[in-house]
């Protein structure tokens, strides 16, 4: 069982910038990032393969967020800037244990982080 922990969340103005960052307590395959307003359903944001070399953006973050990864560090990032006021939401990190493709649905991923608060005021 491989344990996630987000960090970096935080309250920011809309255009600001916040990076959030996953820890795993072990090795994972492709990752991703999460979202969920209030009253809305868990969305993609973004996903890396294990090499790194492959990355994937919602359409509505594209050019503004950023993800990395770290497998010395068993750490994912996610680089956010040019923040809007829709992008306030709980952001979840999720990982698969086996598989190095990523998906841009939750059904996809074996482990999940609790979440971290992110709000952009306008």
């Known amino acids: 069982q491989v344990q996630l922990v987000e960090s970096g969340g935080g309250v920011v103005q809309a255009g600001g910038s916040l990076r959030l960052s996953c820890a795993a307590s072990g090795r994972t395959y492709a990752m991703g990032w999460f979202r969920q307003a209030p009253g809305k359903e868990r969305e993609f944001v973004s996903g890396i393969s294990r090499g790194g070399f492959s990355t994937y953006y919602a359409d509505s973050v594209k050019g503004r967020f950023t993800i990395s990864r770290d497998n010395a560090k068993n750490t994912v990032y996610l680089q956010m800037n040019s923040l809007k006021p829709e992008g306030t939401a709980v952001y979840y990190c999720?990982?698969?244990?086996?598989?190095?493709?990523?998906?841009?649905?939750?059904?996809?991923?074996?482990?999940w982080g609790q979440g971290t608060q992110v709000t952009v005021s306008s």
């Open positions: 999720a990982a698969d244990r086996t598989t190095n493709t990523v998906v841009r649905t939750t059904g996809g991923y074996d482990y």
